[in-house]
């Protein structure tokens, strides 16, 4: 039996807030770590998901830094990536609450 291996991608899903209103949605917002590309996620979505993802467009953030105000020390929030994710189907939520794609018409 052949093996399927997926990449580990962290993915928040940051608009809509939640799912029940993703419902009918055509674009998603993600926020993911940095070294994740546009066709790594796109592949990542449609396989997983099964979502019919037309473009990604993607922003890379740089992590707030702040100092200590007792040690004076430079504190650095992690990097992060926002992921713009057009999908060429609306999404439709099955009553298991998980996303499933619409069917063709």
């Known amino acids: 039996m052949p ?8 993915l928040i899903l940051t608009s809509p807030a939640t799912l029940e209103a ?3 949605a055509k674009e998603l917002v993600f926020r993911t770590i940095p070294t994740v590309g546009k066709i790594e996620l796109k592949r990542f979505l449609e396989s997983v998901y099964q979502f019919d993802v037309a473009k990604v467009h993607t922003l890379n953030y740089e992590g707030k830094k702040k100092m200590d105000r007792k040690t004076g020390k430079m504190h650095r929030k992690p990097d992060w990536k926002k992921a713009y994710v057009m999908l060429n189907q609306p999404i439709n939520l099955e009553t298991s609450g998980t996303p499933a794609p619409t069917p063709p018409k």
């Open 3 to 10: 093996r399927i291996y997926f990449p580990k991608i962290p």
């Open 22 to 24: 993703a419902q009918g």
